[in-house]
């Protein structure tokens, strides 16, 4: 089986390497399982000398909550911090080291989509960090081309189909929009076995909801969570 994960091209290399090199911390934010930690290991991002660490490692996350100020000053010059929304206790010390070194791309921070809604993110990092959202794969990056539509839409001329391209067919698109773009459903082989995983994704995400909705002093109607939230804030 072809690895998708490893093999295709992401879009937001070239944007995430330019933050890198004026910016002193930059956050790749995004839905679970849409490629953030393949794209921060990927030879591009990490051949930068660039220590990294995931906060899914239980001895990792324990290291940096039982002193997080001792957790970052042993870290190398240029670190990669994955799943960063776990320990929101190293924002205000990563805002405290980035204050007396602004070197540029000094923290490389990873976050499943509702970390953007931790304050503690917001109050500590603002003017700080530059935050880049990976989506999953798009058509182009399937494809190994570089997509031009939107663009052409804002240009002011007109858009049609260049030919250089195969024309795709109603049953084709269908089956491209109904496949999606996450890479562990890309990967596989089958539409049944992609309906197994989009099936097992949206269970964990409802399982996870539920339980933070019941931690609620005031709660909703439970179906109301998802009339109201945006569906990637819904990956709590």
């Not at 058509?139 to 795709?168: C, H, T, Y």
Request: charged share 20%; glycine share 8%.
């Amino acid at each position: 089986m072809v690895d998708y994960l490893y093999m295709l091209h992401r879009h937001l290399t070239g944007p995430l390497l330019e933050a890198l090199a004026d910016t002193p911390a930059v956050l790749v934010n995004g839905a679970r399982q849409t490629g953030k930690s393949t794209l921060v290991q990927s030879a591009e991002v990490a051949g930068q000398e660039r220590q990294y660490l995931t906060f899914d490692d239980p001895g990792i996350l324990a290291a940096a909550r039982r002193d997080p100020n001792g957790f970052v000053a042993g870290l190398s010059a240029r670190v990669t911090l994955d799943e960063i929304q776990h320990v929101p206790e190293l924002f205000s010390v990563i805002k405290a080291a980035i204050d007396r070194n602004r070197q540029t791309g000094r923290f490389l921070l990873t976050g499943s989509a509702n970390v953007m809604l931790l304050p503690k993110l917001s109050e500590s990092l603002a003017g700080r960090m530059e935050v880049l959202t990976l989506w999953p794969f798009s058509q182009g990056e399937i494809r190994g081309v570089k997509e031009n539509f939107v663009d052409a839409l804002f240009s002011g001329k007109s858009v049609g189909w260049s030919g250089k391209s195969p024309a795709m067919s109603w049953e084709e698109l269908l089956a491209c929009i109904v496949d999606g773009g996450y890479p562990p459903a890309v990967a596989r082989k089958s539409a049944a076995r992609r309906d197994a995983w989009f099936q097992s994704y949206v269970t964990t995400v409802l399982q996870r909801t539920y339980g933070i909705w019941r931690t609620l002093p005031t709660r909703p109607p439970f179906h109301g969570c998802f009339q109201s939230w945006p569906p990637a804030q819904a990956d709590c």
